[in-house]
């Protein structure tokens, strides 16, 4: 334990797997535990800035809410932040009402996805809160801390100075009974200023992917862009990260997987990035310098149907790209044309044929009860997915995040139940007028998972693929949760 006070402690309020999976029965050695890259990164930027920085995942740690406050009250922090996504808002409120309760004078920030969407709706749902920041948040959470530091971290000093706090871009605070939100924070044009995510501050080695994500441990999760130039009405990205995507330079990524391989011996990088490909002259520079570093690597990575061709793919697959997640969505074209998704049915069979040719598997994500569908339309989307003969399918529920064109279009095309702990993607909480109610959405869900991946010619195909007892475990740990979802 470090001797020195720790200047800001970032708590993450992940989700339990009962949470996460809707109740469903997942064991949770069964994966898809993922590093808190955001509040990572803005831990490595303050340290970078000389600042003490600890981070708290609660379910990586296997800590509870009392287990948290004795950290705290050991630790001392100045600064505690709190960082929720939509489906952990309601329990990072439960963190920020017990934390102001034990120390009320502790300067408490909440920031994250959620809060650069809701802003100062958050004050009125939970006014222990001191502080909100929103957008991209290094530049401004180091401007913030160093203001605290310049009030030597008093509350009653900070809050005092609203003359200043004004003019902090990308913050929200109250101003005796006024609720103040500063103008927005400019976006970061070169990301290449941003330091490696400080993984070291949790248990990294816990960070274990479901087994349809990964084919060698140890994986390392990275994140080496911002910003998607699509316009699907379902993605919030545009709130925080804005519609130009930035990347860091290929070369700077080339010195995080050698760092990755070096200090956590990972032979597989996921790529958590909205879409890799974007940019085809980026993707082949950076294919290029993993080919003549020879880095003894594999990775996939998440795609748009429209950015990729033959040649780019051939290139993926020569750097070891051994796998592309696809937002497919749908089998049905009008209900694309509905969520902008700006693809047809048939090019979505052209590139998976190509993506198949080159000898990458496929991951194709759906979204079932689309605004528009019915079960009719439902069904088409399964069969759809079993005629592209996809390694795997991810089947969610359609889920209208606040700040996004689907959810401000909701109404018009079903129900809308906006209760924050059950935008998982697993419950539905939202049903189009074609369905009778929620039941049947999840009813629909768990038919097109058996019905995928229950197929005589399914199984067979991925039993043919098995080489080592690592492919036996991963596969019988899939099945497992095959089971649970169906």
């Not at 948290?68 to 009250?73: F, G, K, S, V």
């Not at 502080?131 to 009030?151: A, D, Q, V």
Request: charged content about 30%; hydrophobic content about 40%.
């Amino acid at each position: 334990m470090k001797s020195e006070q720790t200047d800001l402690l970032l708590i993450f309020p992940s989700l339990s797997e009962k949470e996460r999976f809707a109740g469903k029965k997942v064991r949770r050695n069964a994966g898809g535990f993922l590093p808190p890259l955001g509040v990572l990164s803005l831990a490595a930027f303050l340290i970078e800035e000389r600042y003490n920085v600890e981070v708290i995942e609660p379910i990586l740690m296997d800590i509870n809410m009392t287990q948290i406050l004795n950290y705290i009250r050991k630790r001392d922090p100045k600064v505690i932040g709190i960082s929720v996504l939509t489906s952990m808002y309601s329990k990072g409120i439960r963190y920020a009402r017990k934390i102001k309760r034990q120390f009320p004078n502790k300067i408490l920030l909440m920031g994250g996805h959620h809060i650069t969407l809701f802003r100062k709706n958050t004050f009125k749902d939970c006014p222990s809160i001191d502080f909100l920041i929103f957008g991209e948040g290094e530049l401004t959470l180091l401007n913030l801390m160093n203001f605290f530091r310049k009030k030597s971290y008093s509350y009653e000093k900070v809050v005092k100075d609203y003359k200043s706090l004004n003019k902090i871009k990308g913050i929200g605070f109250k101003e005796k009974k006024k609720i103040v939100i500063t103008e927005p924070r400019e976006l970061i044009p070169n990301l290449d200023i941003l330091p490696f995510p400080a993984r070291h501050l949790i248990p990294i080695d816990k960070c274990i992917p479901l087994p349809i994500e990964y084919k060698r441990l140890p994986v390392i999760h990275m994140m080496v862009s911002r910003g998607c130039p699509f316009n699907c009405t379902y993605c919030s990205t545009h709130a925080a990260f804005g519609h130009k995507a930035r990347f860091r330079s290929p070369k700077k990524v080339i010195e995080e997987i050698k760092f990755v391989i070096k200090k956590y011996g990972a032979r597989q990088i996921s790529f958590w990035d909205d879409t890799l490909t974007i940019n085809k002259k980026w993707m082949t520079n950076l294919c290029n310098l993993i080919i003549n570093e020879k880095l003894d690597i594999i990775w996939n990575c998440y795609s748009h149907i429209n950015t990729v061709d033959d040649s780019l793919l051939r290139k993926m697959k020569e750097a070891g790209c051994f796998c592309i997640w696809y937002g497919i969505e749908s089998g049905n074209e009008d209900l694309l044309k509905i969520i902008n998704k700006g693809t047809t049915l048939d090019s979505i069979r052209r590139t998976v044929r190509l993506t198949q040719k080159n000898g990458i598997e496929i991951r194709g994500l759906f979204m079932l009860a689309l605004p528009g569908e019915t079960p009719e339309h439902a069904k088409r989307t399964i069969n759809f997915a079993k005629e592209l003969d996809l390694d795997y399918a991810q089947f969610t529920a359609t889920t209208p995040h606040i700040g996004t064109k689907l959810f401000e279009d909701a109404k018009r095309y079903g129900t809308l139940k906006v209760r924050y702990d059950e935008f998982t993607q697993q419950s539905a909480v939202f049903v189009p007028f074609g369905y009778k109610n929620s039941k049947e959405v999840e009813k629909m869900i768990k038919r097109a998972n058996r019905e995928f991946y229950f197929r005589p010619k399914y199984i067979f195909k991925h039993l043919r693929k098995i080489r080592s007892m690592e492919d036996m475990k991963r596969y019988l740990t899939g099945l497992r949760l095959a089971f649970a979802f169906s």
